[in-house]
Structure formats: C-alpha cells, structure tokens
C-alpha cells in the first residue's frame, strides 16, 4: 500500500495545542502555558481506481495517524479489507483551503468503482463523543464476522489482564502532557504491547489500531487483546469483531448494547480492569483465573 506525499500543504496540525491559561489555587493566580489535546475534522474521501470519488465520512479526531483512521474506519465499516486499499494521502485539491488540507485524506480503492454502500445504515457524520451517528447494520455485521466456531482459541490469564492498564498508560504519551485523550492498545496474550494509539474519541484509537493492522497486513485479530482507556460501548464492540478481536477489556464499564453484541460475537469482554480486578460480562471461559482454595465451613452445632 502507498502512502501518497503531501506536497504543497500547509502546516500540519499536531496533537498537542498549547493555550495561555489563567491558574487560579485558593487566592493565588498566575498566568502560564496549559497543553491542551488538538481536536480537529477530518473528513474521509474514497477514490475509485475508475476516478469515481465521494466523501464517506467526517470525524472529529486528535491530528496523528490519519491514515490508520481512515483505513480502520473504512473496515469497520465494511466498505474495505484486506488489499482493498492501494495509496492513503492527504488531498491536495485547489478546491481547499491550504489549512484544511491535512483535515482531509483520499484513500485511494484498488476495485474500479466505489462500493456499493447502501446497506451500511449509516448518517456518515462522525463526532469524538459519540461515534457515528444512527443506527448501526446487525445483518451487516453478521455478514462480515466469522462465527466464533470456526476461530481458533485464545486465553489469557487473569494475572496478565491485571499488569495491562499500567503498559498502556505508560505509553500514552500525549495523556501525559494534556490529561485529555483516550486510548486504546493490543496486546499479545502473554501481556506485550504490540500498537497504542491515543485519540480524543474513544473510537477513533480503535479505528488507529484497526488500520495500523490493516496496512500493515496482520488482519485478522484473532490472536490479540485490546484494551481501552474508558468505557466499552457498541461501536468499539463493533470495530472490534469486525476485525476478528477475541478478548476486549477496558478500565471502565460497558453499555448493555455491547454486552448483547460480545454474546452473539463470542467476543469475552472484560470491564472495570483496575486494581487488580475485573468483571467479565460475556465468554469467561478464555480467561485462566487462579482461584483460591475454598475455606472450609465448620459444620453448625
């Protein structure tokens, strides 16, 4: 896969913001510098090889792997897999205004023609908070995920699960300077980190993740662990089967869509991974815990 130059763009938009800021502590006031987390648009076009384009999508995003973005999107989504893509780039129209042009990536398709997407029930407007808004396509999804009867089976122990909230914050680097960002991280089952990836929408770090496999040629997931900085709703349940992940964990808790969506998958969802505890919510049976021998009861007089 080629990744297109961007010659002729503006100044590229990074993570970090940094703001004059007024620090107020009881009666003291002082006036310093405070790094904020960037959020900025980006808007997602599809090129067919035929020339055909149309813009699918238009995200709220922290600047940084823009291209692992787009592709993991465009998977989750169903509109694209493996060898789908031949070049990611950021657009050079004349049409935008120089400053918007690191705000907008082609992502050019190997297949003639754009994909039919008519059966992906989606308001293609994206924003950090929520994820993509209205109503996500069940059969779609049935569609795209291999049955869990047919993945080969992967475990991880509970001491495992236990050291893996402070690998990822250890690698989240933009969190350290701004405090603001979310993210999200595979896993091996042994407990080594593979990819992290830090983003202000929860979802957009699985779309990173996502699309760092994606190009990178190692979908399916089926080997791996993901875990995510906050909580697990069913858009990351969705990204996640989608890209064949078994075993998905988070610090926080889940909604009840995503319990419903880990069940029917066979995907074991961890939630409230802190403290060396967790809940499990769907499919136990992957996780090896080492139970404490029972305290025996004395019999009552």
């Known amino acids: 896969m080629r990744r297109d130059g961007g010659e002729g763009l503006s100044a590229r938009p990074g993570p970090v913001t940094r703001f004059r800021v007024r620090r107020v502590s009881g009666s003291a006031v002082r006036d310093r510098r405070d790094d904020l987390a960037t959020e900025e648009p980006l808007e997602i076009r599809l090129l067919a090889a035929g020339g055909d384009a149309r813009t699918v999508a238009i995200t709220m995003r922290t600047p940084g792997a823009d291209f692992e973005l787009a592709a993991g999107f465009l998977h989750g989504e169903g509109i694209v897999g493996p060898g789908g893509i ?41 924003s950090s908070a ?7 396509s069940l059969d ?120 419903d969506l880990a069940r029917e998958f066979g995907v074991t969802l961890v939630g409230f991974l802190r403290d060396e505890r967790f809940n499990v919510y769907a499919c136990p049976e992957r996780i090896d815990v080492e139970r404490e021998p029972a305290v025996p009861v004395p019999d009552t007089p």
């Open 86 to 126: 031949a070049a990611i780039g950021y657009c050079t129209d004349e049409d935008l205004d120089p400053e918007a042009r690191y705000n907008t990536v082609t992502v050019r398709l190997t297949a003639p023609e754009l994909p039919d997407m008519t059966a992906v029930q989606r308001n293609f407007l994206t």
């Open 130 to 136: 929520c994820g993509v808004c209205g109503t996500a």
């Open 140 to 259: 779609a999804l049935r569609d795209r995920c291999p049955a869990p009867a047919v993945r080969p089976p992967v475990g991880v122990s509970a001491a495992t699960l236990y050291a893996l909230p402070d690998r990822l914050r250890e690698a989240q680097g933009v969190f350290g300077r701004t405090g603001g960002l979310h993210a999200a991280g595979l896993f091996t089952p042994e407990g080594a980190p593979l990819a992290v990836r830090e983003d202000v929408g929860r979802h957009n770090a699985v779309d990173k993740l996502v699309g760092w496999a994606l190009m990178g040629g190692t979908l399916p997931l089926d080997r791996h662990v993901l875990l995510v900085s906050g909580r697990v709703s069913y858009e990351i349940m969705q990204k996640a089967a989608s890209a064949g992940i078994q075993i998905v964990c988070a610090v926080s808790a889940p909604s009840s869509l995503a319990v």
